[in-house]
């Protein structure tokens, strides 16, 4: 058991990783052009996750349950601005596309949130040539983006970006399979000729269009389904959202929803980016203790939880000046930066002191003597350890780093209980979420020393390099989660592993 727990220290640096769906601040694009004898039909759609719907739906001073009339007299203006958005060109010639018709759906998303999609029918009149097409609604923001590209009878495709294949089902239904990387297509070219020139008397056949999305029945917008979420995640229909969707809520209904948002908190710490790597990394290459466990991961909670409230709040209120997902892109850089710092001056500290000790030691060996500032006794054992001891401010500096990146989850939450005026239930929800994430990564800390003090004695020796070498290695770990995190964040990085 012991022999393996060098490598079991590694397993532990390396479990933040994992991958996340598409998330709540995404907006979803969704593109099919049709090439016809009469011209090309254009469909188009956009699915908004809960935070971008949360945000349109203040800037239309509406909510989901204001007049339906109210509701897509709106949704068909937006469409109307959404469609000027696309831009597209026939034979190098500026083209607007011509509105036909629009249809907007409302869903239930996590924590009670609504989640919207407006689908909007288009035409172009052209005869044949070759065309360009470039969205460019939401083009910063993460999310699905597919264009589909076919032909219908009497038309001829003659070259296409794209093929005609139809992923999600006009943004309906994702594909089950995580392994598929989501498409992030703004742009597509195609060519295509018809038989007869186009005849401007007779008006375009749009409702040829296939469109099933349309009908009574469509179904919900699935942004984010509970298959695709990773555990932890506050999804549609889980128990929470449910519960936050009742009229009533009795004191007993909201101890079980103070409950499940804990065991929420406490799951999605295992999930990337809430300082797991870093709080081992940093601990096991110093003389920590279990007191320097809990304190890192309290502070990394602590500053993860102001960055969420103080994210709700621009969302409130300063929705028209900041988009939220660009808030946390800026904080994301800061805190991998931040972490690249600190994780620097600490591999910079512990090689000055790891010189200096080496010096020492070779004067000592030199002289037949023995050093007292390296050796301390304990229980009438003597033995050496690593130079550098736990610095507080080092463990500050590193745990709001690791914390400044706000939880989506738990911004739903806070979110979703303020937006059906329990404002009291969201900031209770949000703690205990809070309360959960801290439990783990404290868990995380102490197991990380634990697993650390079952080296045994004579590896423990600074003389034996086992420590020295963590000492040194662990701060460069906290060094490339820092450089990771700021290119995810700076949008260098795109993997679907990332380290947490």
């Known amino acids: 058991m012991k022999r393996l727990s060098i490598p079991f220290l590694l397993l532990i640096l390396a479990s933040g990783l994992a991958g996340h769906p598409m998330g709540n601040f995404s907006v979803n694009h969704y ?97 044949a040539g070759k065309l360009i097409y470039e969205d460019h609604n939401y083009p910063d923001r993460t999310g699905w983006k597919e264009i589909v590209i ?58 040829q269009i296939p469109q099933p999305h349309l009908t009574p029945a469509a179904p919900a917008p699935a942004t984010l389904t509970a298959q695709a979420a990773p555990p932890g995640s506050v999804v549609r229909g889980d ?100 972490i690249v710092v600190v994780g620097a001056w600490m591999l ?14 070779k004067h000592v060996h030199s002289h037949g003597g023995h050093s007292h500032t390296h050796v301390h006794s304990h229980g009438g054992h003597g033995h050496t350890h690593v130079p550098e001891a736990i610095s507080w401010n080092g463990l500050i500096a590193l745990g709001v780093s690791g914390g400044l990146v706000p939880c989506e989850s738990a911004l ?8 059906l005026g329990r404002v009291g239930l969201g900031l209770l929800l949000l703690l205990s979420f809070s309360l959960g994430l801290a439990l783990v990564l404290m868990v995380i800390g102490m197991f990380v020393l634990y697993a650390k003090n079952l080296i045994p004695e004579r590896k423990r020796n600074a003389q034996s390099g086992v420590l020295q070498w963590l000492a040194i290695a662990s701060p460069a770990v906290v060094m490339l989660v820092g ?12 993997p679907k592993w990332m380290i947490g």
């Open 31 to 127: 593109a099919s052009l049709t090439v016809t004898p009469r011209g090309l039909d254009v469909h188009y759609a956009l699915d908004l996750a809960e935070i971008p719907t949360f945000d349109l739906l203040r800037q239309w001073n509406l909510d989901r349950s204001s007049p339906r009339q109210q509701l897509e007299s709106k949704a068909t203006e937006q469409a109307r601005q959404w469609l000027k958005a696309l831009a597209f060109s026939v034979d190098g010639r500026p083209i607007q596309a011509r509105f036909v018709s629009d249809q907007l759906t409302i869903g239930d998303g996590a924590g009670n949130l609504p989640i919207l999609r407006i689908a909007i029918l288009a035409h172009i009149p052209a005869a």
């Open 150 to 207: 076919d032909s219908s009878r009497g038309a001829k495709l003659l070259k296409a970006s794209q093929t005609n294949k139809d992923l999600s089902h006009a943004l309906t239904q994702y594909p089950p399979d995580p392994t598929i990387a989501p498409p992030q297509d703004l742009r597509g070219e195609l060519e295509w000729r018809t038989p007869q020139p186009l005849s401007p008397i007779r008006p375009p056949v749009v409702a």
């Open 239 to 338: 128990f929470i959202s449910q519960l936050l969707h009742r009229r009533e809520i009795t004191p007993w209904m909201m101890l079980l929803a103070i409950g499940a948002a804990f065991l929420l908190g406490a799951a999605h710490a295992l999930t990337p980016g809430h300082g797991k790597s870093i709080v081992a990394a940093y601990l096991v290459g110093s003389r920590g203790t279990f007191k320097h466990a809990m304190f890192l991961g309290a502070m990394v909670t602590f500053t993860h939880t102001i960055s969420v409230f103080a994210l709700g709040i621009a969302t409130l209120f300063l929705f028209r000046y900041f988009v939220p997902e660009r808030i946390t892109q800026v904080l994301g850089v800061i805190s991998g930066l931040s």
């Open 348 to 361: 910079f500290k512990r090689l000055r002191d790891a010189h200096g000790y080496s010096h020492e030691l």
């Open 412 to 419: 739903v939450l806070l979110l979703g209980a303020i937006a």
């Open 483 to 494: 450089l990771v995190m700021t290119g995810v964040s700076l949008g260098w990085i795109q």
